[in-house]
């Protein structure tokens, strides 16, 4: 399976998937790294992985339709069977949704239904929720609303800043996102409506993790 990576910062999760790629763990190759944004780490950790990096900048495009074409192209001329959002922070519109149906995932700081869109760590802050977390779905049309792969919960705790436990929830992206994919390149994740079947999954099921401080 050939995976296409779209980023648009730090690229930490393209790290772990790029990681589970050579340890074998997910087994499928990165085919391509696209970000949007010049000069982000992603890019530098896609050519450190001698994975072929292309920079795409958003603004440089007359509309999104124009800038989400472009994407298709490159995805395609990679040979891409899936697409994975890596913090890529822009909205994708129907030409890739269409393009990817139901091969497009992404990976969202928060325990969704609850706190789509932007600065989800601070939503739960300021929501004063106990337990917070992180989401791997596929993308549909809506905002962070697609059917739900794997989730992680992550304790919020009283002393915890947006950034401490932004922090905090990463360490589980890092686990769930490359499993994730995983599941997919094995073939055992089933769209059946809003809701995901993965089959073959043993009495723990490996698509609910919670963090040590949760389970102690
Ligand atoms: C991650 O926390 C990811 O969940 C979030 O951006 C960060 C990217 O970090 N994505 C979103 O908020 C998307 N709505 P990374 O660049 O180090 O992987």
Redesign the pocket.
Known sequence: MRIGIL?S??????QAILDGCASRSIPAEVAVVICNIPGVK?LQRAESARVPAVLLPHQKFPNREEFDRELVLTLQEHRVDLVCL??FMRLLGPVLLRAFHNRILN???SLLPAFPGLH?VRQALTAGVRVAG?TVHVVDEGT?TGPILIQAAVPVLDSDTEETL?ARI?VQ?HRCYPRAIALWAEGRVQIEGRRVRITGAGPRPDHTLSSPELTD
């Open positions: 980023a910062g730090t690229g930490s999760n393209l992603a890596a913090g990976i969202h700081p989800a992180c962070d932004a990463l992206e």
